[in-house]
């Protein structure tokens, strides 16, 4: 497993491949049955293995933040319950947006929390209002920035991994590269992936590069077991057949 990588690939198999209680926390937008995304079938299936996935691979006090349509709210949030025990629900405000719905209109997104942990409190509200930021990179439904931006520093630290199984056009990432948080994730659509590299490209490098040899400039003693050090491109975006 590399740090700091994006596997092109299906998910559910790049997540059979992760070791048990790897990945501290999980922030993901998974694609839903709406009509937008040619990924957007069998949906169901799709999340329900991910989930199961998901509690395996998630350790003991890690944390997922999942988001939810308001459509598929109780199906989703008694599927993931099979797996991971429901603890909480963050609400994202758009103030300057609204969702269409079956019934009518919403200006807020649900973001269900899931936790094998009972108690996992995070100095955060349960509702925040971001603005929806205007799309022009190719993906239907990005997120806010500043939105996983929030959530990434309120429940995480420097050099802890997060996962996100369906990456998108890469602002999880993104993100993670920002505040010093190692991520992984997977996306199976070339052309995302595409997005998420000029993305990545675009900032400067940050985390740490020490093979298991050399520790001594790492915080807390932490250092990545997987970066070797070597003129791989970091961050990286490699076939799912690289992931070991």
């Not at 996983?148 to 991994?161: A, D, G, P, Q, T």
Request: charged residues 25%; neutral net charge.
């Amino acid at each position: 497993m590399r740090p700091n990588t994006i596997y092109e690939g299906d998910c559910i198999q790049g997540l059979k491949k992760l070791p048990d209680k790897s990945i501290d926390y999980i922030i993901t937008d998974p694609p839903y049955n709406v009509g937008k995304d040619e990924w957007d079938y069998g949906v169901l299936d799709l999340l329900d293995d991910c989930a199961k996935e998901c509690s395996r691979v998630l350790k003991d006090e890690g944390i997922m933040y999942w988001f939810v349509p308001t459509r598929y709210l109780m199906k989703i949030g008694f599927l993931i319950s099979q797996y991971i025990p429901y603890r909480w629900s963050f609400i994202w405000n758009t103030p300057n947006n609204m969702l269409t719905g079956d019934v009518g209109f919403s200006k807020y997104t649900i973001i269900l929390i899931f936790s094998k942990a009972k108690s996992i409190h995070r100095n955060m509200q349960d509702l925040k209002s971001i603005s929806w930021q205007p799309n022009n990179n190719g993906h239907p439904t990005p997120k806010p920035e500043k939105l996983i931006r929030y959530i990434v520093e309120k429940i995480s630290k420097e050099n802890e991994l997060i996962l996100d199984p369906f990456m998108g056009s890469g602002t999880t990432a993104q993100v993670c590269n920002q505040l010093n948080r190692r991520f992984i994730g997977f996306e199976k659509n070339p052309e995302y992936n595409k997005i998420a590299k000029k993305r990545l490209s675009q900032l400067p490098i940050h985390g740490y590069f020490q093979t298991q040899s050399d520790k001594s400039d790492c915080p807390n003693g932490a250092f990545n077991k997987d970066l070797t050090g070597n003129s791989d491109e970091f961050p990286q975006i490699l076939p799912l057949a690289e992931l070991r």
